[in-house]
């Protein structure tokens, strides 16, 4: 199976389609910049297509999730710490 590569029209689409439809949730959502940058360390952590991408409220502070299908076809949550762009647990 021939994975595609990610492009950066693609990331930017979905974290503006994200953002847009986070807009109206209150304090949980982020700017697209944040996400994106989000997205970019998820990837660069775990390469692989982008299956999902959540901003979540944990323990008092915004984490941006992101679902990946990696090169076995396995799909892995990797959480960001925006603030950061870095892994978290």
């Not at 953002?19 to 390469?47: K, M, R």
């Not at 297509?49 to 992101?66: A, D, P, T």
Request: charged share 20%; no cysteine; hydrophobic share 45%.
């Amino acid at each position: 199976m021939m994975m595609k590569k990610i492009t950066g029209t693609t990331i930017l689409a979905a974290a503006l389609l994200f953002s847009f439809s986070n807009a109206f949730a209150g304090n949980e959502g982020l700017p697209a910049d944040q996400v994106i940058s989000a997205i970019q360390a998820a990837v660069a952590a775990t390469p692989g297509n982008i299956h999902e991408v959540e901003v979540e409220q944990k323990r008092g502070k915004l984490i941006v999730e992101v679902k990946i299908i990696d090169a076995k076809g396995q799909k892995v949550k990797v959480k960001i710490d925006p603030a950061n762009n870095t892994v978290t647990q």
